[in-house]
């Protein structure tokens, strides 16, 4: 058992989906229990899989690369098949395998319009092909083709299940997508020229870099290729507008794997591939990535009160939540990235959970109107108990999951890594906690609006809106569970990450150089970037300067 | 006496029969084609389209027996030539000819239109795309161009009751001629500066200093400018559109695809085995209408309310894409090799995916009868697998991986940035911009066929004829297995072709 996984679990995983949408394909789209059966069964399969993968999973290697398979592909551009899971990526392929089955099972009786299950499940199967590969690919031209593999079925899922704007919203969602991935792929290609390392493995450019391959100037360039692709998809401040029409439109299992999976695929090539790559280059961006995430965190939180939509309104929440990931990116440190990784996972959670809710509210009311809703409480309280209890999650209640995303990304920004100007990032920090001030604003007035009060009369009497039904609760309650889970115990998550991301940064990033002597400091062989100044060194410079670093050394242990 | 006696006398060169026989099986089966017709007359109907498929695919067996020989065979002093380049190539167009010939089944029976006669030209023209392939001499080249193209231009006016259709084979025969004189007068120009018709001889020649440049320069330039009307390169492209809306769709399948292949492969010897010393006349050349193909050819694209004419335009684009290696071929012997697998790789996958995207046109248009990009709108309600197809073709058209056409693409682009300098970014950035805005347009038209009402609300399956479905699925896999798996077909596109001429 243990030597199949190693050398096919991950294959397994990866491409079952697709077997089962072959098989989904053979069969006529009249007999749609069986499509609902087979992809259901294929989903839960995999995450047996996962499982399986978590169960042999090494948690005192967690750096490591594990179930690694390296073998030919295509020789002719040195691209190797490529993949392995360590702690980075195993929280986020575990979100992965969980969501698909329940939004399955979410869907089995209430398709969108027009119904056809056959052909929705089989998207939803390809997504997983999709996601599962680019957590797991570690070879550029992979990663690559499984971050576009993605890219199709939601622009379909979105184009034939949407709402009344779908065509707008779809185009402009693969427009901008395939925008950032092209200005990614130049980038990876640069990446490979200049290096001359003759493979696009991440570890190899990785280590060409470090050799000195490539010139400052052009680890720039294309640092801020794979900014703008990687940031498109987060999608940080400027680069978010595809996202709300995007959430608003799509079918509600569209906008919870959109926000559970989807955004992380930008936020993971940042701490997967941009930052341990081009370190340096990650030094000198990191205050304008920083400065956009808390801007897009200020005007997330604007643009959640302004909104009169509640899937509008999630929307502009996900804008708020991922700054504060890509806040815990920015700083480069251990601490940042591995709130950043709990963030996302969190994120997933309470936002793919709202997606649900709003979805069901939606079934109930045919409205998403916040002004016309009112009363859930009332007419449907199992539901908008849960309803509440996610609003609590989203906005960073203490014990629940949220809080363990937001609260250290605020923390690691007091103590960002070598060579990021520290005045700046406290200031990013400063702003970033009152953007969770925001948070609890425009959540707690959603569900003052939604949830509190009396029904408004043209629902109050209506038949349709019942409480929570059987599939809801199947669907619903393993992802509740895991939030109470996580915000309880947040090891779960960063005893799986924090030796990976450990790893992955650079010691120039992390070393402490107030416990070395200049020798030592040299040694290290740092570009000027990280500013670092030994401990002999240090003496020689003013001390309102020698002050602040002290705090800095006595902050970081 | 006797020496001058034998001097006068015709001595036939040597043939190498083996090295031939592709073409001699191919006019084998045109010859029977047209013998059946004349002897059986209307009852040899229903079996013509059989004939022609089953002739292609026996001429496949020569070249198979030739490919595992390996050798490289030389004839006619250099005039032709059989190395691994050719046999590829040629492997190429007679699957697409194949295609063409499944395509063609139901379409020329159903329209009432000469059927005997249509294959025999068909095969004609494959063979003039055959012969076209081993071409290393002027006057081969030329001879293989016009027996591609005569037939061509009897079958694009094969519906002769429709005007349109007239319309476009007399347009599209005389931007052909003119083309061919242009062309045919930059050959004289070479020749008279080089003083032989053979491609090596002539690149020997190039290469030798004190050749006169502005002649060479005027006929390269001709030569190549014959070459981009057949490919339909941009400012040379003007009578695609209207010839592709006007002919028969099984016949401008084969326009835009194994003709403009042909045409390409000519382009290609005449580069690298005659041209190649003057990189720095053609390379410019090839840098332009590189980068007009598609920037132009796009953004027309982005207006067409057609599906054939967008097509048309689409092909312009890909034509660009095409020719984009060639602008950075000159800088060596390894880059030169890599331009050239880059081109044919392309070659190889647009072949494929385009024939694709045209056989689910010709299926969907024996129902909605119109090629209107309006009138396909929700063919996925009632045609899923057919759509699914288009969508597959669309999206590798425009690059997206893991279809085939995302290696293509990325073959070109490494060959641009290998090259390592600045025009050679230059023109991949063009290419980049233009891959996001073909995309549109692509998926604009999926997302119609995917999401859209039905104009009619007729929801009635569409029949898929048997020779329909193996020709979608042969494009199908090749477009998926290529994109999947580049290295099937890497392995077969890595060829070089200077040995045997530079």
Redesign the interface.
């Known amino acids: 058992m243990e030597n199949l996984l190693d050398g096919w679990g991950i294959t397994l995983a990866t491409f079952s989906p697709l077997v089962g949408a072959a098989i989904m394909m053979l069969i006529p789209r009249e007999r749609e229990d069986q499509h609902k059966l087979i992809a259901l069964i294929t989903s839960l399969w995999v995450a047996f899989v996962g499982v399986l993968l978590l169960i042999q999973f090494d948690l005192a290697h967690t750096d490591r690369l594990q179930f690694g398979v390296d073998k030919v592909w295509i020789d002719v551009i040195s691209s190797r098949f490529s993949v392995g899971i360590d702690g980075m990526s195993l929280p986020l392929i575990l979100l992965t395998m969980l969501i698909v089955p329940l939004c399955i099972i979410y869907s089995w009786n209430h398709f969108p319009d027009p119904v056809n299950p056959k052909a929705f499940l089989i998207l939803i199967l390809i997504l997983e092909t999709g996601m599962i590969g680019t957590f797991v690919a570690q070879d550029l031209v992979l990663f690559f083709v499984f971050f576009e593999v993605v890219l199709l079925p939601m622009f379909f899922m979105i184009a034939v299940w949407g709402g009344e704007d779908r065509r707008y919203a779809s185009l402009k969602f693969f427009l901008y997508t395939l925008f950032g991935s092209a200005l990614m792929l130049v980038s990876f290609l640069a990446l490979f020229f200049l290096t001359g390392a003759e493979t696009f493995s991440i570890a190899g450019l990785s280590q060409a870099v470090a050799a000195g391959g490539v010139s400052r100037t052009a680890q720039l360039w294309i640092f801020g290729g794979m900014f703008l692709g990687f940031g498109i998809k987060v999608p940080m401040f400027p680069f978010h507008t595809w996202l709300p029409d995007a959430h608003t439109q799509a079918p509600t299992v569209g906008s919870v794997i959109l926000a559970a999976v989807l955004l992380k695929l930008g936020t993971y090539g940042f701490i997967r591939i941009a930052i341990p790559v081009l370190p340096d280059a990650a030094v000198t961006w990191a205050p304008w990535i920083g400065l956009l995430a808390v801007v897009g965190i200020i005007y997330g939180a604007l643009g959640c009160l302004a909104q009169t939509d509640v899937k509008r309104l999630i929307a502009f929440s996900s804008v708020a939540h991922m700054g504060f990931v890509m806040l815990g990116i920015a700083t480069l440190t251990d601490f940042g990235i591995n709130a950043a990784i709990m963030g996302m996972v969190a994120h997933g959670l309470i936002t793919g959970m709202l997606f649900f809710l709003a979805g069901s509210m939606k079934e109930r009311y045919h409205t998403l109107e916040i002004n016309r809703l009112g009363g859930l409480l009332v007419q449907a309280p199992r539901m908008g108990w849960i309803f509440g209890f996610c609003v609590m999650a989203s906005l960073g209640l203490p014990g629940l999951a949220g809080f363990w995303g937001e609260f250290p990304a605020i923390l690691s920004a007091y103590n960002p890594a070598n060579g990021v100007p520290i005045e700046t990032f406290r200031t990013y920090m400063v702003v970033a906690a009152l953007g969770t001030v925001l948070a609890a604003g425009y959540l707690l007035w959603l569900l003052q609006r939604t949830a509190f009060g009396n029904p408004p009369e043209e629902f109050a009497d209506d038949p349709a809106i019942t409480d929570t039904t059987k599939h809801e609760w199947i669907a619903w309650a393993p992802i509740l569970a895991l939030i109470v889970a996580i915000g309880i115990y947040p090891n779960l998550v960063f005893r799986v990450s924090d030796g990976a991301v450990d790893a992955s940064l650079s010691k120039c990033l992390t070393v402490d150089a107030q416990q070395l002597t200049d020798e030592e400091v040299e040694a290290l062989g740092c570009s000027d970037a990280y500013l670092l100044v030994g401990a002999a060194g240090h003496d020689n410079h003013g001390d309102g300067h020698a002050d602040e670093e002290d705090e800095h050394a006595a902050a970081g242990n | 006496m006797t020496d001058a006696f034998f001097l006068l006398a015709f001595q036939r060169p040597a043939i190498d029969w083996h090295g031939i026989a592709p073409e001699l099986v191919l006019l084998a089966a045109g010859a029977l084609i047209t013998l059946v017709d004349i002897i059986f007359l209307e009852k040899a109907r229903p079996y013509t389209a059989a004939l022609a498929g089953l002739g292609l695919l026996a001429t496949a067996v020569p070249l198979l027996t030739l490919a595992v020989d390996g050798t490289d065979r030389v004839m006619f002093d250099g005039a032709y030539v059989i190395d691994e380049f050719s046999l590829v190539v040629k492997a190429v167009f007679l699957l697409a000819g194949y295609v063409v010939v499944l395509l063609s089944t139901n379409y020329v029976a159903e329209g009432d239109y000469w059927e005997n006669e249509y294959y025999g030209l068909l095969l004609a023209s494959v063979m003039g795309m055959v012969m076209m392939a081993s071409a290393r001499d002027l006057v081969s080249l030329f001879v293989a161009l016009e027996l591609l193209s005569i037939p061509a231009y009897l079958m694009v006016a094969w519906r002769k009751r429709d005007l349109h259709s007239t319309e476009a084979g007399l347009k599209y025969y005389l931007m052909g001629v003119f083309a061919s004189a242009v062309m045919l007068y930059g050959m004289s120009l070479l020749y008279g500066v080089s003083g032989s018709t053979l491609l090596s001889d002539i690149g020997t020649s190039l290469s030798a200093a004190g050749t006169s440049n502005a002649v060479v320069t005027m006929g390269i330039v001709f030569i190549v400018a014959g070459f981009a009307f057949k490919v339909s390169a941009v400012p040379f492209h003007t009578w695609a559109p209207d010839v592709y809306e006007g002919a028969p769709t099984p016949v401008t399948a084969f326009l835009a695809v194994a003709s403009k292949a042909a045409g390409f492969v000519a382009l290609l010897a005449l580069v690298f085995v005659g041209f190649y010393a003057r990189s720095e006349v053609w390379e410019p050349l090839m840098w332009i209408l590189a980068a007009t193909s598609m920037t132009i050819g796009n953004l027309v694209a982005l207006r067409q309310t057609n599906l054939v004419r967008l097509m048309a335009y689409s092909g312009i684009a890909q034509t660009g894409f095409m020719i984009a290696p060639l602008a950075v071929a000159g800088h060596g012997l390894s880059n030169g090799d890599q331009a050239l697998?880059a081109v044919v790789t392309y070659l190889v996958i647009y072949t494929a995916m385009n024939l694709g995207a045209f056989a689910v046109i010709i299926a969907l248009s024996r129902k909605t009868g119109s090629a209107e990009v309006s009138s396909f709108g929700g063919a996925?309600?009632y045609a899923?697998g057919l759509t699914v197809a288009m969508?597959i073709f669309l999206?590798s058209l425009a690059g997206?991986?893991?279809l085939g056409g995302?290696?293509a693409k990325?073959?070109v682009?490494?060959v641009l940035?290998?090259a390592?300098e600045p025009w050679g970014y230059v023109l991949?950035a063009v290419g980049?911009v233009n891959?996001?805005i073909a995309?549109?347009y692509y998926?604009?038209l999926?997302?119609r066929m995917?999401?859209d009402n039905v104009p009619d609300g007729d929801h009635s399956p569409v029949p898929v004829t048997p020779s329909l479905a193996t020709a979608l699925t042969l494009c199908g896999t090749v477009t998926l297995a290529f994109g999947v798996?580049?290295?099937l077909v890497?392995r077969f596109t890595?060829v070089s072709l200077f040995a045997l001429g530079g």
């Open positions: 697998s996925f309600s899923p969508t999206f997206i991986p893991p995302w290696f990325f073959e682009f490494r940035a290998t390592g991949a980049a891959s996001v995309l549109y998926a604009s999926a997302r995917w999401a798996a580049p290295q890497a890595d």
